[in-house]
């Protein structure tokens, strides 16, 4: 159901239900937030890539948990509650940087899922997907309302979310809902080198995500602040003074070089 190697200060973390296209049972998404709490807390992890096996990223909620309910409005509430609102918290809390590897298709509560990401990373055959409204008649979950309007804005993500159309990877890069689409040859490596970066400075990225949500509420000169306490907080890290030392003593700025 769910499968972790680590490598490289990296680990991945695969959705392992193919036959089901990696649809989000209630069991998955528990063991998947306390795979996401277990793997915050180690010394040997700097950053976390997040995919799917198989032909999909994830078919999203796995209906047969709804079809087996004998109270489906109680069952809801109560693992909207306990289960998916934990897990997306969980995900947009993460003190490692997370890059999803969006492999196939990323339909419903996988979309929140995969967007809560620092980094989205696609193949080229990959689509995501909101099915919630039509036609299944429900509402996007999984953070997908708190994100979505916030990466691509209002009228593409209730264009998206209210006709239950197919967005392809192409498309959700020009749109900004993600940083990259690439070959699908392509996707893991892309996927892990990019999760090697940013697990070189994982306090900076983290700190990065939450100047850049706060953001979106936030007024100018409070944001200005925020920046500051952040700033120095980061530059009393000895690893970042010395880094700075270094720049510093050859004359250059990162990636100012030819």
Known sequence: MLRTEIAE???VVTLDRPERLNALSWELMNR?????????????VGAIVLTGAGRAFSA??????????EDLPAEVAHHLAATMAPLAEV????????????????????VGLALLADVVIAARSAYFLLPQVVPLGGVPDLGATWVLGRVVGRARAMG??????RV??????????IWRCVDDAELRDQALATARGLAAAPAAVVATRALLDAGF???LRDQLDFEARHQSARFAD??????????????????TRR
């Open 60 to 69: 999203g909620a796995d209906l047969r948990d709804f079809a087996a309910s």
């Open 160 to 165: 998206m979310s209210l006709t239950g159309e």
């Open 217 to 219: 509420a936030a007024t």
């Open 9 to 11: 200060r990296v680990a």
């Open 32 to 44: 998947l937030r306390k795979e996401f709490e277990s793997l915050g807390s180690r010394a040997d």
């Open 168 to 177: 392809p990877a192409e498309r959700a890069e020009r749109w900004g809902m």
């Open 238 to 255: 000895p690893a970042v003074a010395a880094v700075v030392e270094r720049f510093a003593a050859a004359g250059d700025r990162p990636g």
């Open 91 to 110: 995900v947009q809390a993460l003190p490692l940087p997370l890059v999803a590897a969006v492999n196939g298709p990323c339909a419903g509560g996988a």
